[in-house]
């Protein structure tokens, strides 16, 4: 919303300017009917920015003649000759564009250091200015030239007039009023963006912050409607007064358009006409140009919302995944912690296996040794029983075939001293003790074959001497069969304590061979799970490299967030500073009204 509504037929400076323009064109039409016979009863200053038209008081009249006219007092003028009135009208009307001018160049000067559009309204309102000053210089001039020319005015035309002018007065205050409530619309309509920013940007403390800015604007708006309903007050205050002062001018300007006219008013007449066309494109240009302005203004304003809104929901989006990233990475987190617990543990288990390894080897070591000695010692003494066995035998056996041989000398010796007539009863002898005989070689044979067998059993390699399997020691072996079973009774014992004996050195062996086998395969487990290990290490290796990366990528993300925040805190600058130009414009045609109001005053007073 600009300062200047243009929408209005008379509710900005232009529509002010054309009024001016049509009141002293009035002006003019009205002198130009005015005879030479009236006397001038007073000034008429008009305003070439606001269009106001006030009136000094009337000149004291004397019959002396016209000495100075200054800027603030009116000079007596002389009342013997209609053509000393003229001259002195024409002195006052020239102090009186003198004093337009400065004001005008005063206003230039000031709206030079305002901003663009500034320049480009006062530059607007010093032209019109200059064409009024010109205007007002014509007028001089053909006043000084024209002095005997008059003609008859009608007044009721003039009464009219002034009627009009005073129904604009009343039509700029209604513009007033439009104005205070198009300020009020634009407050409300404010108030309504202040609020669905609160609601979109409730997020962000940079939105809070423009949501701040934006209460402190309303804040100023607020202010600056309470000034200008005050303005519009005074506004109205002096419009009353000036209605009154025209209706005193008008008064005055019947006996003054009865006096002062002539008939070369009217190439004046078509001059300011050509000049009022003139100030009416320049002001035609002059409202394009603003328009323009506006509308790039405003284009700027909502490209500006739109990416502050794109910045906005990229904002969010950070935030949403920045979230995420830090739920994941906590969560890695506590799963590597675990993991190296895990791990911890593991590697202690393993380093107590790997130190109870050397000792359990060092057993075995020993356990063999052991196993091998005792073996040894096994073997030494199964061969020191053999010897001791195969010597107890060989002694049994000559000492009975000793006593058999002795016992076979006796029995042929006997044999041979009986006659042969007992041969056939010994032959009937024989044949009976053949069987006892027999009998007993069964047993021998029978206790030697037992002997054999318990050798086979008891006694590695089944070594015997040649004696017990040759013919002639048969006989021997069935004699000592009988006497030597006690002694082969306490080999036997001794046989069986040393097999006894090798049998619990076999089970020490088998139970070490169990605890290596365990050993074993402990450390097969324990290779396993290092393996498993090692590639969980490479797992976590992994994973924690993807949370160095997630972590630059919050970095990265960090840093573009605040490049967005940056380039959003700068757009809102901009869009301040452009509010505080727009705010500034205001303010400096606020205080050239202000001032010229005070100037008005002054030449009233």
């Given at each position: 919303m600009s300062f200047f509504n243009t929408s209005g037929p008379s509710g900005s400076w232009g529509s002010m300017l054309k009024q001016a323009m049509n009141t002293v064109e009035s002006k003019f039409d009205k002198a130009?009917?005015?005879?030479?016979?009236?006397?001038?009863?007073?000034?008429?200053?008009?305003?070439?920015?606001?269009?106001?038209?006030?009136?000094?008081?009337?000149?004291?009249?004397?019959?002396?003649?016209?000495?100075?006219?200054?800027?603030?007092?009116?000079?007596?003028?002389?009342?013997?000759?209609?053509?000393?009135?003229?001259?002195s009208d024409s002195k006052e009307l020239r102090t009186i564009l003198d004093n337009i001018i400065e004001q005008s160049k005063s206003s230039k000067n000031e709206s030079e250091t305002a901003s663009l559009t500034s320049v480009h309204t006062?530059?607007?309102?010093?032209?019109?200015?200059?064409?009024?000053?010109?205007?007002?210089?014509?007028?001089?001039?053909?006043?000084?030239?024209?002095?005997?020319?008059?003609?008859?005015?009608?007044?009721?035309?003039?009464?009219?007039?002034?009627?009009?002018?005073?129904?604009?007065?009343?039509?700029?205050?209604?513009?007033?009023?439009?104005?205070?409530?198009?300020?009020?619309?634009?407050i409300e309509q404010l108030k309504i963006q202040i609020q669905e920013l609160e609601s979109k940007n409730s997020e962000s403390k940079i939105v809070k912050d423009h949501v701040e800015e934006q209460t402190e604007t309303i804040r100023e708006l607020r202010a600056t409607l309470i000034r200008v309903e005050e303005q519009a007050g005074l506004r109205e205050d002096n419009f009353r007064h000036e209605i009154l002062a025209l209706q005193q001018q008008l008064q005055v300007a019947e006996n003054y358009a009865r006096d002062s006219t002539s008939e070369e008013w009217e190439i004046d007449r078509i001059q300011l006409l050509k000049q009022l066309e003139d100030v009416k494109t320049q002001y035609a240009l002059s409202v394009k140009n603003w328009e323009k302005i506006e509308h790039n203004l405003t284009i700027r304003l909502t490209e500006m919302e739109r990416e502050r809104n794109r910045y906005i929901e990229e904002c969010k989006k950070l935030n949403?995944?920045?979230?995420?990233?830090?739920?994941?990475?906590?969560?890695?987190?506590?799963?590597?912690?675990?993991t190296q617990q895990k791990n911890s543990q593991l590697n202690e288990e393993i380093r107590s296996l790997k130190a109870r390894i050397p000792i359990l080897q060092s057993e075995i070591e020993t356990l063999t040794s052991k196993l091998e000695s005792s073996e040894e010692r096994h073997q030494m003494s199964l061969k020191e029983a053999e010897e001791q066995y195969r010597c107890i035998l060989q002694q049994?056996?000559?000492?009975?075939?000793?006593?058999?041989?002795?016992?076979?000398?006796?029995e042929q010796e006997v044999k041979s001293k009986e006659p042969e007539q007992e041969k056939q009863?010994?032959?009937?002898?024989?044949?009976?003790?053949?069987?006892?005989?027999?009998?007993?070689?069964?047993?021998?044979?029978?206790?030697?074959?037992?002997?054999?067998?318990?050798?086979e059993k008891h006694v590695e390699g089944g070594i015997l001497s040649p004696m017990l399997k040759s013919p002639?020691?048969?006989?021997?072996?069935?004699?000592?069969?009988?006497?030597?079973?006690?002694?082969?009774?306490?080999?036997?014992?001794?046989?069986?304590?040393?097999?006894?004996?090798?049998?619990?050195?076999?089970?020490?062996?088998?139970?070490?061979?169990?605890?290596?086998?365990?050993?074993?395969?402990?450390?097969?487990?324990?290779?396993?799970?290092?393996?498993?290990?090692?590639?969980?290490?490479?797992?976590?290796?992994?994973?924690?490299e993807k949370v160095n990366e997630l972590e630059r990528q919050f970095y990265e993300l960090n840093e573009r967030y605040n490049t967005a925040l940056e380039l959003l805190g700068e757009k809102t600058e901009q869009v301040d500073e452009l509010q505080a130009d727009i705010e500034d414009m205001r303010d400096a045609y606020r205080s050239q009204i202000t001032d010229l109001t005070a100037q008005l005053e002054k030449y009233r007073s």
């Amino acid at each position: 919303m600009s300062f200047f509504n243009t929408s209005g037929p008379s509710g900005s400076w232009g529509s002010m300017l054309k009024q001016a323009m049509n009141t002293v064109e009035s002006k003019f039409d009205k002198a130009l009917d005015i005879g030479e016979s009236s006397v001038y009863q007073g000034e008429v200053y008009v305003d070439p920015v606001t269009g106001f038209v006030t009136t000094l008081d009337p000149p004291i009249l004397s019959s002396q003649p016209v000495t100075k006219s200054t800027q603030n007092q009116g000079s007596q003028k002389p009342i013997s000759t209609s053509g000393n009135s003229q001259g002195s009208d024409s002195k006052e009307l020239r102090t009186i564009l003198d004093n337009i001018i400065e004001q005008s160049k005063s206003s230039k000067n000031e709206s030079e250091t305002a901003s663009l559009t500034s320049v480009h309204t006062n530059s607007i309102i010093s032209n019109s200015s200059d064409t009024h000053s010109r205007e007002l210089d014509g007028i001089d001039s053909s006043r000084t030239s024209h002095d005997s020319r008059t003609s008859a005015v009608e007044p009721q035309s003039t009464i009219d007039n002034f009627q009009h002018i005073i129904e604009q007065r009343e039509r700029q205050l209604l513009n007033a009023a439009e104005q205070n409530a198009l300020l009020n619309n634009t407050i409300e309509q404010l108030k309504i963006q202040i609020q669905e920013l609160e609601s979109k940007n409730s997020e962000s403390k940079i939105v809070k912050d423009h949501v701040e800015e934006q209460t402190e604007t309303i804040r100023e708006l607020r202010a600056t409607l309470i000034r200008v309903e005050e303005q519009a007050g005074l506004r109205e205050d002096n419009f009353r007064h000036e209605i009154l002062a025209l209706q005193q001018q008008l008064q005055v300007a019947e006996n003054y358009a009865r006096d002062s006219t002539s008939e070369e008013w009217e190439i004046d007449r078509i001059q300011l006409l050509k000049q009022l066309e003139d100030v009416k494109t320049q002001y035609a240009l002059s409202v394009k140009n603003w328009e323009k302005i506006e509308h790039n203004l405003t284009i700027r304003l909502t490209e500006m919302e739109r990416e502050r809104n794109r910045y906005i929901e990229e904002c969010k989006k950070l935030n949403s995944q920045l979230k995420e990233s830090k739920s994941h990475s906590e969560k890695k987190e506590f799963e590597l912690i675990a993991t190296q617990q895990k791990n911890s543990q593991l590697n202690e288990e393993i380093r107590s296996l790997k130190a109870r390894i050397p000792i359990l080897q060092s057993e075995i070591e020993t356990l063999t040794s052991k196993l091998e000695s005792s073996e040894e010692r096994h073997q030494m003494s199964l061969k020191e029983a053999e010897e001791q066995y195969r010597c107890i035998l060989q002694q049994t056996l000559e000492e009975k075939q000793d006593e058999w041989e002795e016992r076979l000398r006796s029995e042929q010796e006997v044999k041979s001293k009986e006659p042969e007539q007992e041969k056939q009863p010994l032959k009937i002898d024989s044949i009976r003790s053949s069987p006892i005989r027999s009998a007993s070689e069964t047993q021998l044979s029978s206790l030697r074959s037992v002997s054999e067998i318990h050798l086979e059993k008891h006694v590695e390699g089944g070594i015997l001497s040649p004696m017990l399997k040759s013919p002639t020691s048969s006989i021997r072996s069935d004699r000592s069969s009988i006497d030597g079973g006690a002694s082969i009774m306490s080999n036997v014992v001794m046989t069986e304590r040393l097999n006894s004996s090798i049998r619990y050195l076999k089970g020490q062996v088998s139970t070490l061979q169990a605890q290596l086998y365990l050993t074993t395969k402990n450390r097969d487990e324990l290779a396993d799970e290092l393996v498993k290990l090692t590639t969980q290490m490479e797992d976590l290796s992994l994973k924690s490299e993807k949370v160095n990366e997630l972590e630059r990528q919050f970095y990265e993300l960090n840093e573009r967030y605040n490049t967005a925040l940056e380039l959003l805190g700068e757009k809102t600058e901009q869009v301040d500073e452009l509010q505080a130009d727009i705010e500034d414009m205001r303010d400096a045609y606020r205080s050239q009204i202000t001032d010229l109001t005070a100037q008005l005053e002054k030449y009233r007073s």
